[in-house]
């Protein structure tokens, strides 16, 4: 065998635990690595393939209340523009829908199409992903039919401008574009026979689903703003819903960006705290072996070939480690499939990826690589006179830390002091490990308490405002409306909340979606203005903020905002998030916007008295409004239902990553304490010899961790509750959060910090159990 | 009529080595006296240490009995074991033992704060027991590789004698010693056995045997013979012939 294999061989096999941590641990980083890579480089790409699939549109806009010659001037605008290359102006029934969905109720924009129809569209195209043999009833998307919802044959129960119909679920379909709650509007499709019950029974009422590709997807955006224009323009009685690609690909991807920045983060953590363990290991590898070096040298072993046998260890331990984990991988690949594919809606089949493999292998292998150079680079410096003398100490103690007889610490807790204070390598090495398991443990704690038992605080970053109730009247219906609501003793408070997708122009910019309200103090969700505050009058404006630093936009400054009527300036008085509209959206009050603008219809979010039932209370509504009322949600059960795949996304991504760690703190600790354990057996079995017992032996090592332990324990914790906020930004970054508006659960987190540093005492005393096996009798020198 | 501190029965020690058994010690009966500076003798491989460790608790016998006093200490687990050795033993090893990462004093108000939690009347014990081995203050708060070998194996016997054990072992205590420091260390214990101080010592060193004052010779693990050789005087000739002609006639 090469001399080199033959070193590495014998230095694995006096190293057995040793290597079976740090493989446990390059396991852990490939894993997630593989998965953050795989997750993120070819599950975005598959919304694109499936986009091409179904040559699906880049705008897709879909309107209701159209006359007679809207199709043929439509086609006609979309035939003459240069920069669309195919479109379908279909029929398509469209109208405000609700249905349960996660035992909640969602409310959507939906757009309805017979089957047939759907499936031969030229552009928009949609495909059957799962079929019976139920001749007569609906399909769903297939985002309806993951987790414990519908399946084939159950009853849809869905209300359609607030009435009730009931259809059989005869399959499930994909599309692109509008087949999820996430894209602004849903595609339903029915069978030909109750297609054409629904149009007897809202004859003459007809709309389209138009879907437009165009040459250059960014351009999608403004493209879909000025057909907009021109259609409101000729037909302003229309109404429209529209979304695009460049929407469509980032909110259909949250939790995948969620997903994606929690398992970037966790396999570069892990991968840290492999590499310091590394690190230390080979740095006491030196020290524990300086005479074996030292002979080693003598008998003509260059340092290159010594260091080269440490790096076919270790490399050769990762890069197997590696291959384990990247394999492992894709067990946990499915599973995760299904989780996003309820959020996403989009079919993914697993596949193998050799680019994220090889980037995982080489970026981990390279990363011990260089660890491993850098720290046995010092074997250079050995002379193998001084070596073998054992000259080169491994520890040079200055100073008598915590005199005995000085100290007012007990025999243990001193003996253990001294041994805290004579390894700083062994500090540094828990350092690392608990500053980012701490980091870990505030996360889970922000998480437990902000999306898992209270999911309020997510609402308001991710979703923007909530309330009990949220009532859409024509306006000359809002007087009725709003008397009624001031009469009732159940509501509690009442304001003008009207968005339904309308858009106003920056000029100079871009196309925002924009919040109308009537007073911006009796908004629930005060956090949604992340700086400066909610407009107060008709000349004021807040913007979404990532679209504001993107146009380099200043609270104070003076920005031009026109919509169908004029154009106005207004001052820019604060900075909103809200992940709906992806960072671009506003916030104008009533006279504001009036000012440019009609308002559509108006919609009044309506908070109720506790315990208050909100379907009865709307249905009361809804009775004394009659045809003025548009539509009656329960804002809180749509909330419920939409953000119960983020909860249970949330709970799984809290239990993974409390069992990553605890998983790194076991074995990081493991490779501490035998480190620990064979460097000082020889004192173990000196103190043994003079009546120390086995347990006061295991509690004072347990105590010399300690210091380290807590006390970056204490620092993580402290400093980690301030990072979380922007940590969430950066993962949320890509759907216009900016700044993480979680409150961090002070006394939760403290509380984990503790149990962290509880686990990590009962994870050491356990592991050093293995003093036992340390008997005083290998002192004997004799026979 | 002397006092028995330690009394064995059908002593025996085995070994297991690579499957083949080695019997180390066979069916020793033995008595050690309160008082005595008892020293074990014999060619190498004859069980000396082993024995040593045996009798003072650091390793359990494969059959037999061993008592201290009323306590059948052959029956203990390792950690009441540990307490035996702490509460009545002192040891005092060849390689002398001292932890490198504490300073000479500490090693020994580590061994004494097990027992006693006085710091301050620990640490004036300590003193008065460095005063007698000849260490001065200063040296006391060095570390253990920045004293020479025979003060280190003078602090050994401070650490050892500490907690006043009821006996002191010693497993060669000179053996790694230069002959002045050796010498040192000798008459150190002698100096204690004078003052009562039971101890047990193994060595195939005759000038080290000279200063007991009962030697037992063990030849392949069984107790061949023993010679009463009385009160220590040194430069008694006749005693040291005695001495001699009791190894010569055990073949040593």
Redesign the interface.
């Known amino acids: 065998m090469h001399r080199n294999l033959l070193l590495t061989r014998s230095n694995i096999r006096k190293a057995k635990g040793q290597t079976v941590a740090i493989i446990v641990l390059v396991l852990l980083s490939s894993l997630m690595m593989n998965l953050w890579l795989m997750l993120s480089m070819d599950y975005r790409k598959n919304f694109e393939r499936s986009h091409d699939k179904l040559n699906d549109g880049h705008i897709n806009i879909a309107t209701y209340a159209v006359s007679d010659d809207f199709t043929s001037f439509v086609s006609d605008m979309l035939e003459n523009r240069s920069d669309i290359t195919e479109y379908t102006v279909g029929e398509a029934f469209s109208a405000p829908i609700s249905f349960e969905y996660n035992g909640g109720n969602l409310s959507q924009f939906g757009v309805i199409i017979e089957k047939e129809n759907a499936l031969s569209r030229k552009v928009g195209k949609m495909e059957i992903t799962e079929d019976s043999d139920i001749k007569s009833g609906i399909y769903l998307p297939m985002i309806y039919g993951t987790g414990n919802n519908y399946k084939v044959g159950d009853t849809f129960k869905i209300s359609i401008f607030d009435e009730e119909f009931e259809y059989t679920v005869c399959g499930f379909f994909n599309s692109a574009m509008i087949g999820s709650h996430n894209c602004s509007m849903v595609a339903l499709l029915l069978t030909d026979d109750k297609m054409e019950e629904l149009y007897d029974k809202y004859y003459p009422y007809s709309s389209a689903y138009i879907s437009a590709r165009v040459k250059f997807a960014s351009e999608c955006e403004e493209i879909s703003a000025e057909i907009k224009g021109i259609i409101a323009e000729e037909y302003p009685d229309v109404m429209l819903t529209s979304n695009d690609y460049e929407m469509i690909t980032t909110s259909r991807y949250v939790s995948q960006s969620i997903c994606t920045g929690i398992l970037s983060a966790m396999a570069l953590l892990v991968l840290l705290i492999c590499v310091v363990v590394i690190t230390s290991n080979i740095t006491n590898f030196i020290g524990e072996n300086m005479q074996n070096l030292g002979a080693l040298k003598a008998v003509g072993y260059t340092s290159g070939k010594i260091i080269s046998s440490l790096l076919t260890q270790f490399v050769g331990i990762t890069v197997i480690a590696a291959i384990v984990g990247i394999t492992l991988s894709y067990g946990f690949f499915p599973p995760l499939n299904e989780m996003m594919i309820a959020q996403t809606g989009i079919p993914y089949s697993v596949r193998f990826q050799p680019l994220p493999l090889l980037l995982t292998l080489i970026f981990i292998a390279g990363i011990v690589l260089a660890a491993v150079y850098f720290s046995a680079r010092k074997i250079k410096k050995i002379e193998p006179i001084t070596a073998m003398r054992q000259g080169i100490t491994t520890?040079n103690?200055k100073k008598?830390k915590f005199?005995?007889?000085k100290t007012s610490l007990s025999?243990n807790a001193a003996?253990a002091m001294?041994?805290t204070f004579?390894n700083a390598k062994q500090n540094l090495t828990v350092c690392v490990t608990m500053l980012v398991v701490s980091l870990i443990a505030v996360f889970s704690a922000t998480m437990f308490t902000n999306v898992i038992t209270d999911v309020q605080p997510m609402v308001e970053m991710i979703v923007g405002e909530y309330s009990d109730s949220g009532i859409n009247v024509e306006l000359d219906s809002e007087n009725r409306l709003i008397s009624l609501l001031e009469s009732d003793s159940r509501v509690e408070k009442f304001y003008l909340y009207t968005t339904n997708n309308m858009e106003v122009h920056h000029v100079g910019g871009s196309t925002l979606y924009v919040s109308v309200v009537d007073d911006c103090s009796k908004l629930n969700n005060q956090n949604r203005i992340i700086e400066g505050r909610y407009p107060k009058y008709d000349n004021e404006i807040a913007i979404a903020v990532k679209y504001a630093k993107d146009s380099g936009i200043k609270i104070g400054d003076e920005i031009s905002v026109k919509a169908d009527i004029s154009e106005a300036n207004y001052i820019v008085t604060g900075f909103s998030q809200e992940t709906n509209y992806l960072g671009k959206d506003c916030v104008l009050t009533r006279e504001g916007f009036e000012k440019i603008g009609t308002l559509p219809n108006a919609t009044y979010y309506i908070d109720l008295v506790e315990s208050v039932d909100v379907d009865g209370f709307n249905a009361g509504i809804s009775e004394h409004i009659k045809s003025g009322l548009n539509t009656a949600e329960n804002i809180k059960s749509l909330i419920d239902s939409a953000s119960s795949v983020y909860i249970m996304l949330v709970k799984v991504i809290v239990a993974a990553i409390i069992m990553v760690s605890c998983i790194v703190i076991v074995f990081v600790m493991y490779l501490l304490v035998r480190t620990s354990l064979n460097r000082k057996k020889?004192?173990y079995?000196?103190?043994?010899?003079?009546?120390?017992?086995?347990?006061k032996l295991v509690l004072q090592t347990a105590i010399s961790f300690m210091p380290s332990v807590i006390i970056s324990a204490a620092i993580g914790t402290a400093f980690s509750i301030p990072l979380i906020n922007p940590l969430m930004a950066l993962v949320l970054g890509g759907v216009g959060i900016v700044r993480g508006t979680f409150d961090a659960p002070v006394l939760l987190c403290l509380i984990a910090g503790g149990v962290l540093v509880i686990f990590t005492f009962g994870a050491v005393c356990l592991m050093s159990l293995r003093v036992?096996k340390i008997?005083?009798?290998e002192?004997?020198?004799?026979? | 009529m002397k006092e028995t501190l330690l009394k064995t029965e059908k002593l025996s020690k085995s070994f297991s080595n690579g499957g083949v058994m080695q019997h180390?010690l066979k069916n020793i009966d033995l008595q050690l006296y309160k008082g005595d500076f008892t020293v074990i003798m014999g060619a190498?491989?004859?069980?000396?240490?082993?024995l040593l460790?045996a009798l003072s608790g650091?390793?359990t016998p494969t059959l037999g009995t061993i008592t201290f006093g009323d306590k059948m200490i052959s029956e203990l687990s390792?950690?009441s074991l540990?307490?035996f050795?702490?509460?009545h033993c002192g040891?005092i090893?060849?390689?002398i033992?001292?932890?490198?990462?504490?300073?000479v004093?500490?090693n020994i108000?580590?061994?004494g704060?097990?027992?006693n939690n006085d710091?301050k009347a620990l640490?004036t014990k300590a003193r008065e027991l460095f005063s007698a081995v000849d260490i001065p203050e200063e040296t006391i708060?060095k570390?253990p590789t920045q004293i020479s070998g025979g003060e280190a194996q003078r602090a050994g016997i401070v650490?050892a004698l500490i907690n006043s054990p009821e006996i002191l072992f010693a497993?060669?205590p000179t053996?790694a010693l230069n002959s002045k420091s050796g010498l040192d260390v000798l008459d150190t214990l002698t100096k204690f056995n004078e003052q009562g101080q039971s101890i047990v010592m193994?060595t195939h060193d005759m000038r080290s045997a000279r200063r007991a004052n009962r030697i037992l010779y063990l030849k392949d693990g069984i107790i061949m013979g023993e010679c009463d050789l009385g009160k220590y005087t040194p430069n008694d000739n006749k005693r040291h012939e005695k001495l001699a002609d009791f190894l010569t006639e055990m073949g040593w």
């Open positions: 520890h103690f008598n005199p005995f007889e025999l003996l001294k041994s004579s020889r004192d079995g000196i103190l043994k010899a003079i009546g120390f017992t086995t347990s036992k008997a005083p009798r002192l004997l020198t004799g026979e | 180390v190498s491989g004859a069980g000396k240490s082993t460790y650091m390793d390792q950690d540990a307490v050795r702490r509460d040891f090893f060849q390689q033992y001292l932890i490198d990462t504490m300073s004093l500490d108000l580590a061994a704060l097990l027992v710091k640490a708060h570390f650490r497993d060669e053996g193994v």
